[in-house]
């Protein structure tokens, strides 16, 4: 609590300049009107934390009436990722889940939502009355918030025996150390586009604190696994280091614990992290590719063999369409009623489609004849 009330100090003694942004917080909020225009200040100098969460500015005004007050606070930041950091960092653990949007938190005195890069903060003597209040509030920010993509790591987090809302999204080594024994913040790779997630859990009856890092390439977090156990007591690689901790690496996410009491209480925990698309981007490669003799020769004989198959191929089918055409002539292939002549008019002799098969019924009556005309050209279409 102390933490977060000197945060709020901190924001409300920043060097501002004039308030020349637009105005997010309404005028009134169901019945309930502000003292004052609200305060709006750009944040100048900054402390680390809110830095490292990139906050741009913070909007603050009081509610009343009759004689009952409720403060209200905006603040804005660069993206929502950093939005959402730093209202896991803000949310205190007696507030409990609330509906007002997907990432929302309430408890009898505080109100904190998440809309997109802004996070309204409410704070009353008994704010969880005044839910028409804040629903028109949340409206209001939602109006001005620009929407983003929220981190996956909490998606990682495991459930079980997780204390409460414990949860913290991490981006720089400030907030790391304040939230995470061993002083490993500037260790752990920020600067290089790390991300990191933490939970507290109950172990064996004691707190463990459990810490996700995701990197952009499964190389940097094998590289950072390596340089942690140099610098650190991981996996008891450094005896030298007064806090023990106990670290796994799944593709490009490092999962460390502190706070266990031993290796196989830590590996309750990192047992349970693993990155669904885990690669061997480590495998080792052949040593050499086949001589190109052996490719040549291998793409001769594929070739033969493709030309071998096509020659097999085609007599089976001409001597299997001989053999039925002798033992059934004309019930199978070349039956004359299926026989179609396309006749292109260019002569005066007609075409009997029978007689290209022999066929041996009773004549027809014979054709006319015109003499003066060349022989006809006929083209035969088969069905």
């Known amino acids: 609590m ?13 060097a501002a300049l004039p308030a020349s942004a637009q105005k997010i917080l309404p005028a009134s909020a169901a019945g309930w009107t502000n003292t004052g225009e609200p305060m709006v200040q750009r944040v100048i100098a900054s402390q680390p934390v809110l830095s490292e969460y990139g906050l741009v500015s913070v909007e603050y005004t009081r509610y009343e009436h009759e004689q009952e007050i409720f403060d209200a606070y905006v603040y804005k930041l660069k993206d929502a990722s950093g939005a959402y950091g730093l209202y896991s960092f803000l949310r205190l653990p007696d507030m409990q889940r609330a509906n007002f949007t997907d990432h929302s938190s309430i408890s009898r005195t505080r109100v904190l939502v998440l809309a997109g890069n802004l996070i ?35 998606f990682y987090l495991p459930e079980d025996r997780r204390v409460g809302v414990s949860d913290r999204y991490i981006l720089g080594p400030q907030t790391l150390d304040q939230l995470f024994p061993g ?119 594929g070739a033969l063999t493709i030309c071998l198959f096509a020659l097999v191929a085609g007599f089976s089918f001409g001597g299997v369409r001989l053999i039925v055409k002798r033992l059934a002539p004309g019930k199978i292939f070349d039956r004359s009623q299926d026989l179609q002549v396309l006749q292109l008019g260019l002569g005066s002799k007609p075409i009997n489609s029978d007689d290209f098969y022999g066929y041996s019924g009773p004549a027809g009556p014979a054709p006319t004849i015109d003499k003066n005309l060349p022989d006809r050209v006929a083209l035969r279409i088969f069905r």
């Open 2 to 14: 102390r933490r977060v009330l000197s945060l709020f100090l901190f924001v409300l003694l920043f």
């Open 120 to 154: 309204l903060d409410m704070s009353g003597s008994d704010i969880s009355k005044l839910q028409p209040q804040t629903k028109e509030l949340v409206a209001a920010v939602a109006a001005h918030a620009a929407e983003g993509s929220l981190p996956t790591l909490p």
């Open 183 to 301: 002083g490993i913040g500037n260790s752990v790779g920020f600067q290089q586009s790390a991300e990191a997630e933490l939970a507290h859990y109950r172990l064996a009856g004691h707190d463990s604190t459990l810490l996700i890092v995701g990197f952009p390439t499964d190389q940097l977090a094998a590289l950072k696994l390596a340089d942690l156990q140099r610098n650190f007591n991981i996996n008891g690689a450094n005896q030298a280091s007064a806090t023990p901790l106990y670290a796994r690496r799944s593709a490009r996410l490092l999962a460390i614990v502190a706070g266990a009491t031993s290796q196989a209480e830590a590996n309750t925990l990192l047992d349970q992290i693993q990155l669904e698309t885990d690669r061997s981007w480590n495998e080792p490669a052949p040593k050499h590719e086949p001589p190109i003799e052996l490719m040549i020769e291998g793409s001769i004989v």
